[in-house]
């Protein structure tokens, strides 16, 4: 399984950013589908998730504001971002669990200026 992501980039505060990743490969029964992010200098999180049923996910610090989806016909998974902040810069990863086995991204630079 490879996953590559797109959509990051530099973006004014308040503004939108939309994070797609795509899945391929030979597999199936994906478990779940999330976002992490690492900014400088802190430990990974978790940003949003969503699970094969369709339940979602989110840390506290972007409910209200990110929004996860999934197009199973299309092994993608995406992250709609409103209201970006400063503090949401940092370097989002894309994360697959398929058949219990965790896959990630190379990465996505996010940066917001205040």
């Known amino acids: 399984v490879q996953l590559v992501e797109s959509g990051g980039g530099l973006v004014q505060a308040g503004g939108s950013l939309r994070l797609s990743c795509v899945a391929s490969?030979?597999?199936?029964?994906?478990?779940?589908m999330g976002w992490y992010r690492q900014a400088p200098g802190k430990q990974r999180e978790l940003v949003a998730a969503?699970?094969?049923?369709?339940?979602?996910d989110y840390a506290d610090s972007v409910k209200g504001r990110f929004t996860i989806s999934r197009d199973n016909a299309k092994n993608t998974v995406y992250l709609q971002m409103n209201s970006l902040k400063p503090e949401d810069t940092a370097v989002y990863y894309c994360?697959?669990?398929?058949?219990?086995?965790?896959?990630w991204g190379q990465g996505t630079q996010v940066t917001v200026s205040s």
């Open positions: 969503i699970t094969s049923g369709g339940s979602t």
């Open positions: 490969g030979s597999f199936f029964n994906i478990n779940r």
């Open positions: 994360n697959f669990i398929v058949a219990g086995i965790n896959y």
